[in-house]
């Protein structure tokens, strides 16, 4: 990359840290500017970086600053409770919703599989995209807290919970979602998200969200069977 390619790499990564609280990695950055156009205004370049970064792996994309990342003993449950600072950008692996039991989560993911959804009370036909991607009206209904399985930069996964509604968090959200999570609460080893510390940046994972709609009743059964053996 030229000279003056450098100091635009380095101003949109400066942006896209004070707007986003994304630290991109520079190699990364450098490869993804480098496929655009050489006259494209800095604005457009910007935003085809977000826009590329929230639809990719962070762990491959952002730079794994300390500062930025989940503590190294996130999983030590001896702590009772701590303050992250960050900004810590995670992105969502898996999503549950706590007011439901897998059982009901299940028969809700059945009912869609046969064409149907709800309406208040009712029972409606609901219509799968031409991408297959889910209905397009009617969805399971989601009303919290949810539970999310997250992941920083260096690739550590922790679990998070929705302690009061955050508005964008829900079953219907796509996994792969980035969230910037700052100065929030941990304790025994979970995240307590709020959304004076949670903003959802967006985006989605293409395969990892297409992974977990075609799995997640099969992982919810497995979640169940687990749990009775445990108890037995």
């Known amino acids: 990359m030229t000279n003056s390619g450098s100091i ?14 994304l630290n991109p990695s520079g190699p990364w950055l450098e490869t993804c500017l480098s496929t655009q156009r050489p006259a494209t ?16 792996d962070i762990t491959a994309s952002l730079e794994p600053i300390h500062s930025a990342c989940l503590p190294q003993d996130v999983h030590d449950v001896s702590i009772r409770d701590r303050r992250l600072l960050g900004p810590i950008v995670v992105q969502i692996l898996d999503v549950e919703d706590l007011s439901k039991s897998r059982w009901e989560q299940i028969e809700a ?14 029972i409606v036909r609901v219509v799968v995209t031409e991408e297959g991607d889910g209905p397009s009206t009617g ?33 219907s959200m796509n996994i792969g979602c980035k969230l910037a999570l700052k100065s929030v609460t941990m304790a025994r080893g979970v995240v307590l998200m709020e959304p004076t510390t949670t903003t959802v940046l ?7 969200h297409k992974d977990w709609k075609q799995n997640r009743k099969a992982q919810l059964k497995a979640a169940i069977e687990a749990q009775e053996n445990a108890a037995s």
């Open 8 to 21: 635009l790499a380095t101003q949109i990564a400066a942006q896209l840290k004070a707007n986003k609280s």
């Open 41 to 56: 205004p800095s604005t457009a370049l910007y935003q085809t970086a977000l826009f590329r970064i929230l639809a990719s």
């Open 109 to 122: 993911i059945e009912a869609l599989e046969r064409g149907e959804g709800t309406k208040g009370r009712e």
């Open 139 to 171: 969805s399971i209904k989601s009303n919290g807290p949810h539970k999310l399985l997250l992941q920083d930069t260096k690739g550590v996964k922790v679990y998070g919970i929705e302690l009061s509604d955050i508005g964008d968090i829900s079953l």
């Open 202 to 208: 967006g985006g989605k994972i293409e395969a990892l």
